[in-house]
């Protein structure tokens, strides 16, 4: 563990991973009541959170891929964490628009972007904590959420 905490580019990967998980974990239990209040139905709030998903699932097999090419972790992390604090931003401006297209592709974004940390930050963990075991580095990053 104190191989962990004295890793200053692991501390950094446990705060980014740790944001974007808990935003993921509340953006997937209130759309509905998030949505709500600017007329949209609980379908259509059902459609945004796949969206969210499939965006997330395409992000990460295409930063994943990314990854494997450039092996570019931390600039990836750091970008995609950005972006994704951005997708909190076009949210907020596309909720009272009342255009679902425009919504839809703003939760796409939101789900390719933060959903794409988490599945990276699994490998970059073991990658920055060597030659601490695998479950210890990423067991430390679920306690952090």
Do not use: H
Not at 17 to 40: L, R
Not at 100 to 125: K, M, P, R
């Amino acid at each position: 563990m104190k191989e962990l905490l004295s890793n200053s580019n692991y501390l950094l990967l446990v705060f980014s991973w740790s944001m974007i998980m808990t935003m993921q974990s509340v953006w997937a239990t209130v759309f509905d009541a998030i949505c709500k209040p600017y007329g949209y139905s609980s379908v259509e709030s059902g459609c945004l959170a796949i969206g969210y998903y499939i965006g997330g699932i395409v992000g990460s097999y295409l930063f994943s891929a990314i990854i494997d090419k450039y092996k570019c972790f931390n600039r990836v992390i750091k970008t995609l964490t950005f972006l994704s604090l951005t997708f909190v931003l076009s949210l907020f401006k596309a909720l009272p628009s009342k255009n679902f297209s425009l919504l839809l592709a703003c939760v796409c974004y939101g789900g390719f972007t933060s959903c794409s940390v988490i599945q990276i930050s699994y490998t970059y963990a073991v990658e920055l904590t060597y030659p601490v075991k695998e479950p210890v580095s990423n067991g430390a990053l679920f306690l952090s959420s």
